[in-house]
């Protein structure tokens, strides 16, 4: 299986006022600057026979800007996204087959400890995703015994490769 590993895009601060977390909206500059990455991403990364999102708004917004990039896609929630729990993730994976390329869009700090974890790392904050920023690992078998890291790209780059502005 191969996994692109995507993290929401610049969302509303937390603690806004009268704004709960988990209904926190993309800002105008984040869903300009991610359409942009989107386009990068889909010039390097070939269309995902899925598209799981956490349901928090911020990434159920990143991953429809995403689908459009990539051409009619439909994103389907996967609650391990926004919880983080890797088991139950583990197991959403396992419905596809081995030749899937399956897109995730999560959050901080899950994101970077799902990587760390397929990279068989103890240091998570190594792998800190930006917003809007990606990583594509190849699994040979299942997800609990992790995989090889093809690419861990910043927003910037993507946008660059979309011939976007940085």
């Not at 889909?42 to 990434?59: F, M, N, V, W, Y």
């Amino acid at each position: 299986m191969q996994l692109l590993i995507i993290r929401h895009a610049i969302a509303v601060p937390s603690g806004t006022p009268g704004v709960p977390d988990e209904e926190r909206p993309l800002t105008a500059q984040g869903k300009a600057r991610f359409r942009s990455a989107a386009r990068g991403l889909a010039r390097i990364c070939r269309r995902p026979d899925a598209l799981l999102t956490s349901p928090l708004l911020r990434a159920c917004q990143t991953a429809a800007i995403a689908a459009r990039a990539w051409g009619k896609m439909a994103p389907q929630e996967c609650p391990a996204l926004a919880s983080g729990d890797f088991d139950e993730l583990a197991a959403a994976l396992a419905a596809y087959p081995e030749s899937a390329l399956v897109a995730l869009v999560g959050h901080e700090p899950h994101v970077s400890a799902l990587l760390a974890r397929l990279l068989d790392s103890s240091r998570s904050d190594r792998f800190t995703f930006r917003k809007g920023g990606a990583a594509f690992v190849e699994l040979p078998g299942p997800l609990a015994e992790g995989g090889a890291l093809v690419f861990y790209l910043p927003p910037r780059v993507l946008r660059r490769l979309s011939g976007g502005s940085k």
